[in-house]
Structures are given as structure tokens and as C-alpha cells.
């Protein structure tokens, strides 16, 4: 699978063919732009490194920041003013840049430091990356976990350099900068050097060395050498007091001459960012391609996790590109939290729980377990040393948590965790944090008043109050998940009775339409209160627009009058937009699969492709991607329920590697894409869920439990052109078998 990835998926501004049927009447309010960059990367590693814009907001491209519509260029080609370290991959409205220390390969002056070049000849794969500067210097990356490798082909020059800027930080857009609090770097022998920048309370250390016998090693300040000196120390630096600074590298370059650049990263000082090199890349270190070679090793174990049989090649690399991008993030640095003194694992770039708990952790936690337990113990260290689950975490002081947008959302991952048996947590360790984290902040007014505003965060609580209470129940304290479970009840206070939707409120990135079809622990109640099946499935049939008429998304600088026309839909925001991510499996509790089959059909067809425009909006740290995998598996994650629901998948065959041996989803009537006369796919056939055995026995609901995929097993489906009476009257599980009645609390 690994040759079919393509990271430049995802880096330009959505190109998608016009939509045609059920999804030609969604409308996309958010940016339409995967927002992913194409820079090396290792599987849930903690370093990456790309070529530097300054773009936003990962620093690669030629966009600024956008808050509807199409993006706007603010470079007219791809450029670059050198290459950094640490990226964001697919978030959009994100407040943290990184691009930390800059290199550059020049054959200019120092002065024209920052100056940026148009690329040539830009490649890419999973680990690796590469690009030609307009001063036709040829640049390759890969990287480890901990460390990035960079070779460097210079022509032929009297004075070739290498310039290291360890002041750089953030993005060239407003506000996007990052100043260094303090910082110190110092020349320690031939080719050597180390360095640690304070960059928003944490202290990044590097520690690298470079392949350049014959050339002149000199630290620089302000773009001008410092003769002679081996360090420079900085105690306190102000965006006034800022000046650039770093180490540069300087001598005769033959044509075709190479230099590599060696980087070992820590966020625990300079002596562990060399044994992080030394770690990684051996003593003596290998060259760039031995380091490539072992990456590229590490992502075709990971994709591998997930095979598939048939589609159409284009199918076939959306489908690893997405796998790919589902594996970038979080980013994982054992043993180098800067936080606490203690070793084990340190999660950063949770960018943010609620872009990647319905359908990331999940994936997480059925093909690589002890990563996705490793994310748990660091979330819950998180809570212990800062007082509260974070909703985002970065690799910054403080907890980025964006509580706005969801509370306790950490909470279904570790109920999903707990039911699966998921690594060797301290469960009464981590229920003590579940409960308490559930009172704090807007949880207060929902233990008092049994709502809360904005209203999405009732659901939340009401839903994280579930979570909790299933764990204190399994470690046998029935009096707390007894209270707790009385609690979770109260998601009914977020609804109009009158109308079957949430009720009038502020909502993040949508409306209360976008919001009023999530999968809560009781949807036999949920659907009861909106009328019953019919009723439901109506406001759902008319939220996804069907036989609705086509819209027109926007484009560049959309007006008000267009976008308020848009909202005014209340219409699916496809998949640009979380809250709707598993609206369209809310059909399964109503006993209409076969809708969901349309809806899934529709968004696989029209809303991915490939080439760079390939995605219909942010990636959000590959949550997005890790619903397109699940989505061509014919699954998805509940999460907190510990259950899957099941679809028609787009392939006819697919394997998942899991603790148990293999979780096998194998078809029969399955149809592939018919390619037409010009060689060109038609649109593909819509299928449906005819009948479902699991490990041979009939299969009559339409999910079945984690554990059954955890453990191994057969998934078979049969498949038709027409929808058939099965999954129409047993429904997934809900907390109750009658309407509930209204709470407070």
C-alpha cells in the first residue's frame, strides 16, 4: 500500500469534479482546503520537516488563513525560504504554528536570509520528501522519530552555505509569528553543534551535526558573523529585542557535491537530543538513505495494517493517502514531556479530541493498541499535572483545550479502552480523573442546573457521564456509576420537544441541524422524542438534502448574503465539518441502513479524489482520513459504546491486522467501478447490506462489538443493488426501550 500514498493530497485548495446527485445539494461553508503538507513524516512520530512558506497553517503552501470558502494565495508559487521542523497536518483555525529551526541551503550572501525561491521538481512518499530551490540546489528529507536528516546537492560555487536559523518559529501571517523566550546555541567541535530555544514555555533542544569536512563553522547574529565565537546566549527576547540568530556552515561546493545535515530533537535538554540521534541512527551515523530506508520500513509495517482488495487505482490511492494521513498525528515523544519529571509517554498535536475521538482513536486503538494506550496514560498525566482532560493539546505551556468546542470528550475513549481490555492502564487511577474532570468548568452548571450553554456541551457531559459511569461500573463501584448514569440522562435538556432539535444556542462551526443528530447513548429516545421513526428518518431525509436541488458551494471571498443563504439550508455540510461526521449513521437507530448506504456512497464518490485538491476541507489531523478508511471498510466507530455500525463496504475485500490476528470484511455481489469506453471510472453503483454472517453465524443487527473486531474474525456481507428489509427492525443498542422523560437536574 505503501506506493500508493500520495502526500501532496490535501495541500491545495478542493478540485473536485461537480457533484452529482444527493451530494450536489450539501453545501460547504468551512475552508475548502485539506490544509495537509507534504513534508516527511514517521508513523505518529514527533518530528516532521517540509519546505517553509510560511504559509498557513502548516507553513508549507501558498495560502493565508481562511474562514469560508476557497483560500486565499498569498504566495503565486510554490516557494520556500528553507525547511523546517514540526508541522501541523490538516487543522484548520489552529493557534500553533512550530516551524522550528530553519535550514537553508544557499549560495548567497547571509543578508539574503529569509528571501524565499520558487520549488521544481517536487516529490514525495511516506518519509521522504525532496524539491529543487530556483539556485538549483537540490534538497531531500526524511525523518525518525526523533530526528530529521537533510542532503543537500549544491552546483558548483566558490561559496556555498548552510544556514541554520534557530529563531524561526510560527508562520509569515498575521499574528502567526513565534518569538523564542530565551534561547542558547553553541559550537561544540568540527561539525557539530546544540542548541535549546524556550518556544511558548518549552524548551526544544536540538543537537546536529553536518557533513562538510572542508567548510567554515561560524555562529551568526542579526545576519552578520560572529568572529571567533562558539556560543551565544540569550536570556530574554521580546518580539521588540528579537533578532535572528543561528550557526552557518560555509566553503567551496563542487557540482553534484552533497552535504547532510543531522538533527536529534529533545524537549529534555541537548544531551538527550544527541542520544536521541545516536538512538535512531546509530554510532557512527549512517547516511540520509540508511535513515529513509528504516522510515519507509515503519510506514509500510503501519499501512499494512489495513489491506484492501479491488477498486480502481484512483480509489485505491485515496484510500492509502488517507491511511497515511490517519497516522501522522498525534505525535508521540516517550520519555520527553518537559511538564513532569517522569518517563512514559508525552502526546502532543491532539489538535483537537474533538476532530479525532469519533473516528481517529478508534483506528488508533484497532491496529495500533499500545499507541493508542500510550495516548490515554499521556492524556490522563495531562489531567493530573494540569488539572483537566484537554480537549487540544500542543506542545506548548499550557493546555491549548478549546473549550468552546466540546467537553469531556476523553472520556469515550476510555470507556471504549476499558471494554476492550485496551494496555495496562491504572483504571481506578483513571476513573478518579474521569469524575472529577466531569465537574469542572462547564460542568458545574450541568451537575446544578442539569444544562449548560453553549447546549452542545450538555450532550457532551451527558454523554461523558455515561462513559464514566460504565467504567465505575465494571470496577464494581455501583453507588458512583449509579449516580452518574441518573446524570447522563439529562441530554434531553438540550432539546425542543417541539420541534425534535437541539434548542436555540450558540454553536461552534454550525448549527443546531449540524449538531441534532449525533450518536448518543440513547438513541430510542432520542428518535422517540423527535416523533418516532418516521419523524426522524423525515428530519434526517432533510438535513442531507434529498430530492433537494443542487447548490452552488462558495468560492473566494464569498458575501454575507451568500453565506447567510447557505446556512439558512440547514443542510449537511458534508464532511467538511466534524459535527456532521456521523450524522448519516444515525439512520441505522431507525431501521433505514440503506440511507446511510446513500449518504456514505455519495460522500466516498464525490467528496475525495486525488491530486492536491483531492479533499473537501481540513483534514483535522487525519480525522477526516480516519473516517474515508472506516467509510471504505463498511464501519463505524461509536464512540464510547464500544460497537461498530456496519455498511456496505467500497471494496470487495479488506483485512485489518489486530491484536487478535485478523479482522476479515469479505463480500459477495460486490460490484466494482465500471470504467467506460474513454478508459475513464464512471460513478460508481450505489450497493446495500442484503444479509451479514460474523465467523459464520447469521448476523440479523446492523453492528456488532469492538471486541469482535479486537479479537479477530470474518465479517461477511452480501450484497445487492437494492435496498432489502435487513437492519429494519433490530437496531443498535440504546440506554432505553422508551421515551425518556424530561430531566432536570
Not at 495537509?36 to 507553513?59: D, F, N, W
Not at 449509579?482 to 420541534?499: G, I, K, M, T
Not at 446495500?688 to 462489538?705: D, K
Request: net charge negative.
Amino acid at each position: 500500500m505503501i506506493n500508493d500514498v500520495d502526500p501532496f493530497i490535501g495541500t491545495a485548495a478542493t478540485a473536485l469534479p461537480p457533484a452529482d446527485g444527493l451530494a450536489a445539494a450539501w453545501w460547504f461553508p468551512k475552508p475548502l482546503v485539506g490544509n495537509t503538507h507534504p513534508g516527511a513524516t514517521s508513523p505518529l512520530g514527533m518530528v516532521s520537516a517540509c519546505a517553509y512558506s510560511g504559509a498557513y497553517p502548516t507553513g508549507y503552501g501558498r495560502y493565508d488563513k481562511g474562514t469560508e470558502g476557497l483560500p486565499e494565495e498569498i504566495f503565486p508559487t510554490q516557494q520556500a525560504s528553507g525547511f523546517t521542523h514540526f508541522q501541523q497536518s490538516g487543522t484548520g483555525a489552529i493557534r500553533k504554528y512550530y516551524n522550528y529551526v530553519r535550514v537553508t541551503p544557499m549560495v548567497q550572501p547571509l543578508d539574503d536570509l529569509g528571501e524565499a525561491w520558487p520549488l521544481h521538481e517536487e516529490s514525495a512518499e511516506a518519509g521522504y520528501y525532496a524539491a529543487t530551490l530556483d539556485t538549483g540546489i537540490r534538497c531531500e528529507l526524511t525523518v525518525g522519530e526523533k530526528v530529521a536528516v537533510h542532503r543537500y546537492t549544491f552546483p558548483e560555487s566558490g561559496s556555498a552555505r548552510l544556514v541554520v536559523d534557530l529563531s524561526c518559529g510560527g508562520l509569515a501571517i498575521d499574528h502567526g509569528r513565534t518569538v523564542p523566550l530565551r534561547a542558547q546555541v553553541e559550537s561544540i567541535g568540527h561539525g557539530r553543534a546544540q542548541g535549546t530555544v524556550v518556544m511558548e514555555g518549552v524548551p526544544l533542544s536540538v543537537y546536529l551535526e553536518v557533513s562538510s569536512p572542508d567548510w567554515r563553522q561560524m555562529l551568526w547574529y542579526d545576519r552578520r558573523l560572529v568572529e571567533g565565537g562558539t556560543r551565544l546566549d540569550f536570556d530574554s527576547i521580546r518580539q521588540t529585542t528579537l533578532r535572528p540568530f543561528g550557526l552557518l556552515f560555509m566553503g567551496r561546493a563542487l557540482a553534484g557535491q552533497t552535504v547532510e545535515v543531522r538533527l536529534g530533537f529533545s524537549l529534555r535538554g541537548c544531551e538527550q537530543a544527541r542520544e536521541n540521534l545516536r538512538r535512531e541512527c546509530g554510532e557512527p551515523t549512517p547516511s540520509f538513505d540508511t535513515v529513509r530506508a528504516g522510515t519507509g520500513a515503519r510506514w509500510a509495517d503501519h499501512l499494512d495494517r489495513v489491506r484492501v482488495e479491488g477498486g480502481t487505482p484512483a480509489r485505491r490511492t485515496v484510500f492509502a493517502t488517507a491511511m497515511y494521513h490517519a497516522l501522522i498525528k498525534p505525535c508521540f515523544g516517550d520519555d520527553e514531556s518537559p511538564f513532569w519529571p517522569t518517563s512514559g509517554p508525552f502526546a502532543f498535536d491532539v489538535c483537537t479530541m474533538w476532530d479525532i475521538y469519533k473516528t481517529q482513536i478508534p483506528l488508533m486503538t484497532a491496529i495500533v493498541p499500545d499507541r493508542a494506550a500510550d495516548l490515554l496514560e499521556s492524556l490522563i498525566r495531562v489531567c493530573e499535572e494540569e488539572g483537566n482532560f484537554p480537549i487540544g493539546y500542543r506542545m506548548a505551556r499550557g493546555a491549548d483545550r478549546f473549550f468552546r468546542q466540546a467537553s469531556a470528550l476523553a472520556h469515550t475513549a476510555l470507556a471504549d479502552a476499558h471494554a476492550t481490555g485496551l494496555g495496562r492502564l491504572d483504571w481506578s487511577w483513571a476513573l478518579v480523573h474521569m469524575e472529577a474532570d466531569l465537574r469542572r468548568l462547564y460542568g458545574e452548571n450541568f451537575r446544578d442546573d442539569g444544562v449548560v450553554h453553549p447546549i452542545t456541551h450538555t450532550l457532551d457531559l451527558a454523554y461523558g457521564h455515561h462513559c464514566t459511569a460504565r467504567v465505575a461500573r465494571a470496577l464494581g463501584d455501583h453507588g458512583l456509576a449509579d449516580d452518574l448514569e441518573a446524570r447522563s440522562h439529562q441530554w434531553v435538556n438540550a432539546f425542543d420537544p417541539a420541534s425534535g432539535l437541539l434548542l436555540d444556542s450558540e454553536y461552534y462551526e454550525g448549527g443546531k441541524w449540524n449538531y441534532s443528530f449525533r450518536l448518543l447513548h440513547d438513541m430510542r429516545a432520542r428518535i422517540a422524542l423527535a416523533g418516532g421513526d418516521d419523524g426522524f428518518v423525515a428530519m434526517l431525509d432533510a438535513f442531507f438534502g434529498f430530492g433537494a436541488p443542487a447548490v452552488t458551494q462558495p468560492g473566494l471571498h464569498p458575501p454575507p448574503a451568500e453565506m447567510a443563504a447557505g446556512y439558512a439550508l440547514n443542510r449537511f455540510e458534508g464532511l467538511n465539518n466534524e459535527p456532521d461526521m456521523e450524522a448519516p449513521w444515525a439512520y441505522h437507530y431507525a431501521g433505514r441502513p440503506d440511507r446511510t448506504a446513500d449518504v456514505v456512497h455519495a460522500a466516498l464518490t464525490w467528496q475525495f479524489g486525488t491530486g492536491a485538491g483531492g479533499m473537501p476541507g481540513n483534514d483535522d489531523s487525519g480525522g477526516l482520513s480516519s473516517w474515508y478508511v472506516w467509510a471504505s471498510l463498511g464501519l463505524f466507530p461509536v464512540a464510547g459504546q464500544s460497537l461498530f455500525l456496519v455498511n456496505a463496504p467500497a471494496f470487495a475485500r479488506a483485512v485489518l491486522r489486530v491484536d487478535g490476528g485478523e479482522f476479515v470484511i469479505e463480500t459477495t455481489g460486490h460490484r466494482e467501478t465500471p470504467i467506460g469506453a474513454d478508459g475513464i471510472a464512471e460513478t460508481p453503483p450505489a450497493q446495500y447490506v442484503q444479509s451479514a454472517t460474523l465467523n459464520g453465524r447469521p448476523c440479523e443487527t446492523t453492528h456488532i462489538s469492538a471486541s469482535d473486531v479486537h479479537r479477530g474474525g470474518v465479517l461477511h456481507l452480501e450484497l445487492g443493488p437494492e435496498p432489502s428489509a435487513w437492519g429494519r427492525s433490530a437496531r443498535p443498542p440504546s440506554l432505553s426501550d422508551a421515551p425518556a422523560a424530561r430531566a432536570r437536574g
